[in-house]
């Protein structure tokens, strides 16, 4: 069966004509409760050519963000940049059982703002794990009044600081729902320990066969993609659990394997720094020395 292609919904006024909305300009606010699922349509993949926040509840449905699934049976917030690829995969319900916002905000409103520039560093508009973040019922509170400020910015008579206004509240919203994006590395533990004792065992099949010797160390986005994450929240996530970059642990994890093959085989210097990736011994001892403050001859020796 082929797989159709994605819908493209360039505009914010596109998306409201798609459910016999009033149309708005750059900014909207939306009930998901409003939103009537129609259920002659085959669910599809959807491409937003503008930024969307989701706060979402009682929703049923399994959500697909990029190539992975998203546990939104327990996260509540989902933010999607422009471009990126959205799927709803579950039989239809009635429209009132799927509660929650939508807020949808087209680039053309930041435009040369400080918080466009901003918009490129919030790393959850990158968010490719497979869950969503988790609010409690209190801080679910604070963002549904900002949200609503936000709205009642929009739908009021315009002046010369409407905009300023609701860029303010925008990003007064996008730092709180930083906050919960730090926090969730302190508290999604269980989650996060699978997550290293898959990386774990990633570099452990990456290192038992010849694709070590024949490319090199892994790169962080490969090991990300293996992971279905996006390279800073695989970073970020480390950097919590290890105290090291990405970098830093793939590293660590070549000297345990040199420092194994020095200790316990005969193979030359030459030989070891083959199989590790090297395309010359001498980057490799200088690499060795670095981390170990000895040379992988004096390293060797020390075991004799």
């Known amino acids: 069966m082929t797989t159709p292609a994605p819908v493209l919904i360039r505009t914010i006024a596109d998306y409201h004509r798609r459910w016999g909305l009033p149309q ?6 939306l009930r998901f409760e409003d939103l009537a699922y129609q259920p002659t349509e085959a669910p599809r993949a959807v491409v937003h050519h503008f930024y969307s926040l989701a706060l979402k509840r009682s929703f049923h449905k399994r959500l697909k ?34 509660q929650g916002w939508l807020l949808l905000v087209h680039p053309d409103l930041l435009g040369a703002s400080p918080l466009a520039q ?16 988790h609010v409690s019922e209190p801080e679910q509170q604070l963002l549904v009044g900002i949200l609503h400020q936000i709205e009642h910015e929009y739908r009021a008579q315009p002046d010369k600081l409407s905009q300023q206004v609701i860029l303010a ?38 290192f038992s066969g010849t694709t070590l010797a024949a490319h090199g160390m892994p790169s962080v986005t490969y ?13 970020r996530l480390l950097k919590t659990l290890t105290g090291q970059s990405t970098k830093q642990f793939i590293l660590s994890k070549v000297m345990e394997l040199a420092k194994e093959k020095l200790a316990t085989t005969t193979l030359t210097m030459n030989e070891i720094a083959d199989q590790l990736g090297f395309a010359h ?5 200088k690499l060795f ?12 020796q020390s075991f004799t």
């Open 65 to 98: 963000y990029g190539q992975q699934d998203v546990d939104f049976d327990q996260g509540l917030l989902l933010c999607m940049a422009p471009r990126q690829v959205l799927s709803i995969q579950g039989p239809p319900e009635p429209a009132a059982s799927h």
């Open 24 to 29: 708005p300009a750059l900014v909207s606010l």
């Open 223 to 235: 090991l990300a993609d293996v992971l279905h994450l996006s390279p800073n929240y695989l970073t």
């Open 289 to 300: 020395k670095s981390q170990t403050q000895l040379s992988p001859r004096q390293f060797r």
């Open 118 to 133: 901003k918009m490129r560093h919030y790393e959850y508009f990158d968010y490719r794990a497979n869950e969503a973040l």
């Open 169 to 206: 509240q925008l990003e007064l919203l996008l730092t709180y729902v930083d906050r919960f994006y730090q926090r969730q590395f302190q508290t999604r533990q269980t989650t996060h320990q699978q997550l290293l004792s898959r990386l774990e065992e990633v570099l452990k099949g990456y």
């Open 281 to 285: 011994p001498q980057s490799f001892s």
